[in-house]
């Protein structure tokens, strides 16, 4: 092991400056301000995540636009890795390639229930 050489003040406050300035970047990043203000759940599968685990939650953007970064973190939702992937799956199954087209609009005007009533009347 390589022995620690003693710093100048000089020294030693540029490197308190810069150990400074690499965490406010990181705590500036859109990740750690994600994880700051949404609790610590998958949006999708709702497990927990702490620890260690922590890695394993992602943040999604839910237009699929990376730059997309609002302050508010409306563009935003947790997912864990597992999740995260599955959503960029349903993205690109649906014909969504590489580049940036249109942003991503959920599958609104499926109802599981329709027809049921009829369904059930004709049982009675």
Do not use: I
């Amino acid at each position: 092991m390589k022995p620690v050489r003693n710093l100048t003040p000089e020294e030693r406050e540029r490197k308190r400056q810069e150990l400074h300035r690499d965490v406010a970047q990181r705590q500036q990043s859109y990740r750690a301000r994600a994880l700051a203000m949404f609790p610590h759940l998958c949006a999708r599968c709702c497990r927990e995540f702490s620890g260690r685990r922590l890695r394993e939650l992602t943040v999604h953007h839910k237009d699929h636009d990376h730059n997309n970064n609002p302050a508010d973190g409306s563009n935003w939702e947790l997912l864990c890795v597992y999740c995260h992937d599955h959503e960029h799956e349903k993205y690109l199954m649906k014909g969504h390639g590489g580049g940036k087209t249109e942003a991503y609009q959920p599958q609104t005007d499926v109802s599981p229930f329709a027809g049921l009533d009829s369904l059930l009347d004709g049982k009675k």
